[in-house]
């Protein structure tokens, strides 16, 4: 009853998905990429990025390359949308294929924790490490259910700058009338909530030893929250600003 409910599609197919998949695939074609690898290659030689090496897990950067360091190429890695997901993108150590689970431009808030969760079900042997912020966690932080009531090895990385990091960064940048519903300073305990759906919880600020405590949690089987405060003034670039084209964006 729902085949051409909305849009008339141009094979309409009903059927069990797994059978139908199961035939599907085998009809998919590999499609190489090596212009488009060759391309970006070049890109990258011509506008390099360099990124700190910095390895405090209480900063950005830091964080990221620190989570790397814990964990090995089989780690499968998400994302969510904003600053968080550019940093990772920038930073973190992807070696192998289908190693990053992200929405990419399509702003897909809310997509990193039940990606994390598709990842871990489907592959129960190998850490998913899921990096995260306060808003787009709190898009489907309902899902901290699912990891726990599975007991998923899901861990996810919050990194809480108390802010929609994005449009704050666009606000401060660009428009005069500065800041404006971006913020929520202090509202939200991230470890009061993931400890009610029965996840294990870690926060970076408040350890002695931050490196041997976020180790300590990555190895732990079963879905935890490990939680560190970002200063809500770090910016990403390069970027694109408001209304402006993609050959147009900016850096520091």
């Known amino acids: 009853s729902e085949l051409g409910k909305i849009k008339q599609p141009h094979v309409a197919i009903q059927g069990d998905v797994g059978e139908v998949l199961a035939q599907l695939i085998p009809q998919v074609e590999a499609q190489p990429r090596s212009e488009w690898l060759q391309l970006v290659a070049d890109l990258q030689r011509e506008f390099p990025c360099t990124i700190p090496q910095e ?46 689970l992200t929405s990419g431009g399509l702003g897909t808030m809310g997509f990193g924790l039940p990606a994390a969760v598709g990842a871990a079900l489907a592959n129960p042997q190998r850490k998913v490490i899921c990096f995260s912020g306060d808003g787009s966690l709190m898009m489907n932080i309902q899902e901290m259910a ?71 949690i990555i190895d732990r089987p079963g879905p935890a929250l490990i939680h560190v405060r970002i200063d809500a003034e770090e910016k990403v670039y390069p970027m694109v600003p408001p209304g402006a084209a993609n050959t147009e964006m900016v850096g520091e």
């Open 146 to 216: 699912t990891a726990a009531e599975n007991q998923l090895d899901v861990k996810i990385i919050l990194m809480n700058n108390e802010a929609l990091g994005l449009v704050h960064q666009q606000q401060s940048l660009f428009y005069k009338q500065g800041v404006f519903a971006a913020t929520y300073p202090g509202m939200v305990n991230f470890m009061q909530i993931a400890a009610g759906f029965g996840l294990q919880t870690c926060d970076l600020n408040n350890e002695a030893d931050p490196q041997a405590a976020l180790q300590a």
């Open 55 to 100: 390895q405090d897990p209480l900063t950005h950067y830091g964080l990221i390359n620190a989570v790397a360091a814990c964990v090995d190429d089989e780690a499968i890695v998400t994302t969510d949308v904003g600053q968080h997901q550019m940093w990772v993108a920038q930073a973190y150590p992807l070696n192998r294929p289908r190693q990053w």
